[in-house]
């Protein structure tokens, strides 16, 4: 039996031990990232694209670790420029614009890997004095790298299902996707 304890303890100092960089805690950054997108009126059936823009915000959340998983909540709030519907530029996304997300995610090393799904909200201005309210489902995935222990890097791609009714009545309706594919920088509290 004696022989048996160190020949346990030689095996165990062999397998390989899974380090997870600790995501957990608070953290707080900046966004900066490009934007697509297509909108669709009805009760006037109608279909335009928005033209590509940009956009820059700020964010912060809370996340819990887990073994290699991680989860948590996240707040954002950005402005959009260039945002306009193709060939009007008068319609536009304006801003500014929120979301509210649930992050799911699975740890690689130093790298984070998630899903994302929440809710966002805006106004999509159509003329200069007919501003509607939009909101809808967002949904996305995104990755992250920890460099040292407080300092994150990532991207992420968004794609927001909003929908508005138009404030003068009428019945008319208007669905948007909206889509982002951001590069982050954040900060671990």
């Known amino acids: 039996m004696s022989i048996l304890k160190p020949l346990t303890l030689a095996c165990a100092a062999l397998l390989p031990t899974t380090v997870f960089a600790d995501w957990s805690g608070g953290y707080a950054g900046l966004n900066f990232g490009t934007t697509t997108g297509d909108l669709d009126f ?19 959340g809370y996340q819990v670790q887990s073994g290699a998983f991680v989860y948590g909540g996240e707040v954002a709030i950005f402005n959009t420029s260039d945002a306009f519907v193709t060939g009007f530029s008068e319609s536009e996304i304006s801003e500014p614009m929120f979301d509210f997300k649930a992050r799911g995610g699975y740890t690689i090393d130093d790298v984070l890997l998630y899903g994302l799904l929440g809710m966002s909200s805006g106004i999509y201005t159509n003329l200069p004095d007919d501003e509607w309210d939009v909101s809808g489902l967002n949904y996305g995935i995104g990755a992250e790298y920890i460099i040292g222990d407080k300092f994150v890097v990532g991207a992420e791609y968004l794609v927001r299902d909003l929908e508005g009714d138009n404030p003068d009545g009428g019945g008319q309706t208007v669905q948007i996707d909206f889509d982002t594919l951001s590069f982050r920088a954040s900060y671990k509290f």
């Open 42 to 60: 009805f009760d006037t059936d109608v279909a335009q694209e928005l033209d590509d823009g940009t956009t820059v915000g700020v964010f912060a």
